[in-house]
């Protein structure tokens, strides 16, 4: 049984381009959040996917944006790339509200 | 707004030994969850152990287990007979009964040594 799987492994970018980022989750989840983890720091909600809408958001910009696919599978969207942005982002997966089960991330570095 | 916060930046301790990492948090919720999260250099976020607010007895798994403190606000993460395995960047994480997301402390670092 696969677990969680996030694709690319890592990213580079450019200022002011747009990135996405993609989620596969565990076999039997039908929930996916997704978080942001700077470098030092503990992870930061960005948004949670349920039956493929936006079901809570944290305290993110618009430019971050996400989709959830029938498969449960989701991506992340970020537009207008900021140095800022540089970051491990993680992949949770869940049945419904249970505990989360993370992915590997995908580490965005934007220059 | 709730909070987590660990203390402890870096700890260490000898291989076979016992270490306690600390973790409080604020809250003004009666219902909710808390968890400790181990990193490896490898990245992924692993669940170690959970505690349910409303459960009076201390979650175990194993050479696992927690202390936690409801009033106080504590929850601490007690490793015993360590193992070099063990070594890894750990987070405590608190989520509300009828919310989604989870709140992270900054991590603690382990360190075990030979």
């Known amino acids: 049984d696969a677990g969680v799987t996030q694709s690319p492994t890592h990213l580079i970018k450019t200022r002011g381009q747009q990135v996405t980022l993609r989620c596969s989750p565990k076999?039997?989840?039908?929930?996916v959040s997704w978080y942001q983890q700077a470098l030092g720091q503990g992870p930061q909600f960005i948004f949670q996917?349920?039956?493929?809408?936006?079901?809570q958001r944290g305290n993110f910009p618009d430019r971050f944006s996400g989709h959830q696919f029938p498969n449960y599978s989701s991506e992340l969207n970020v537009n207008a790339l900021l140095l800022g942005d540089s970051a491990l982002y993680l992949c949770a997966s869940s049945f419904s509200s249970y505990e989360q089960y993370f992915g590997p991330g995908t580490r965005l570095t934007v220059t | 707004a709730q909070t987590v916060t660990q203390s402890q930046p870096e700890m260490s301790v000898q291989e076979a030994e016992t270490v306690t990492l600390s973790c409080t948090y604020d809250t003004s919720e009666s219902d909710y969850y808390l968890f400790w999260y181990k990193q490896p250099p490898s990245r992924q976020m692993i669940l170690v152990i959970r505690q349910e607010a409303y459960k009076q007895q201390n979650a175990t798994e194993n050479r696992f287990s927690v202390n936690f403190q409801k009033a106080a606000k504590s929850f601490s993460l007690k490793i015993s007979d360590s193992q070099l395995g063990d070594a890894a960047m750990y987070f405590c994480?608190?989520?509300?009964?009828?919310?989604?997301?989870?709140?992270w402390g900054a991590g603690t670092k382990l360190i075990i040594k030979p």
């Open positions: 076999s039997g989840h039908d929930t």
């Open positions: 996917y349920y039956e493929e809408e936006e079901r």
């Open positions: 994480a608190y989520r509300e009964w009828s919310n989604y997301q989870l709140i």
